[in-house]
Nanobody, 123 residues
């Protein structure tokens, strides 16, 4: 059973930056889709970015050009670099392992297990 622990959230002003980190308890060097998604109370989970292997990444339109996903499988780490943050980026951010059988995408149905989340507040 994989465990994921997110960190790096905080409160920043609009235009600022944060880097989120996720420790993945088991990580393989084979192709494996990993996600970042966010959730605001009362709203649906929103896929932010996903990465699979060394060649595939995808981003929500709202974060393209501002956020960068990366992973270091040797260190069992997943990252999300967030620049030029906006108030509508506020939410709890989660890293998630892909659900088996689902394509690597931003669809919430593709999210398997995830951690406890880390709060990002942009004012």
């Amino acid at each position: 059973h994989v465990q994921l622990v997110e960190s790096g959230g905080g409160s920043v002003q609009a235009g600022g930056s944060l880097t989120l980190s996720c420790v993945v308890s088991t990580y393989t060097k084979s192709r494996y889709c990993m996600h970042w998604f966010r959730q605001v109370p009362g709203k649906e989970r929103e896929g932010v970015s996903a990465v699979e292997g060394i060649a595939f990444t995808t981003y929500a339109e709202s974060v393209k050009g501002r956020f960068t996903i990366s992973q270091d499988s040797d260190k069992n780490m997943l990252y999300l670099q967030m620049d030029r943050l906006r108030p509508d980026d506020t939410g709890i951010y989660y890293c998630a392992k892909a659900r088996p059988g689902y394509a690597c995408s931003l669809q919430p149905a593709a999210f398997g297990s995830w951690g406890q989340g880390t709060q990002v507040t942009v004012s």
